[in-house]
């Protein structure tokens, strides 16, 4: 049978999502996976995740003033129905296009996404030029 990270984390309540980095947009599989699984991200990493996913989406450990309020939210997230359904609440509500299209982009593998935007550079600078020519 083959490994499913989903199969695997869809079995957890929530999944620690620590980026190697904490850089502006730089958001990788460990975010994209817990959402895919739908388990609750506790989410360290890019200091602008907040504007790029939906809100109460994941628990953001950067947006607390300690490490022992973030404990706290955690414990009550994985013990107060209500809490832990408010982090599932967003999936069931529609979503911001700026994260469908990033989860869309998630989807796709690097080399292609190259090939993908380069090719939609190149078509819109020939569109650009035709309507230049006109």
Known sequence: MPFSCNAIFGHLCAYLAFENQ???DYVTEKLWGAFASGTIPIY???PNIA???PIDSAVLIQSFKSVEEAAVEIVKMLTVPSVYAKYHAWRYQPLPLHFVRRWNLTHTHSECRLCQLVHRRV???AVSASTVAH
Do not use: C, D, P, R
Request: overall charge positive; cysteine-free; hydrophobic content about 35%.
């Open 123 to 125: 078509h819109t600078q």
């Open 44 to 46: 360290y990493g890019a």
């Open 51 to 53: 504007k790029l996913i």
């Open 22 to 24: 904490n850089s502006v």
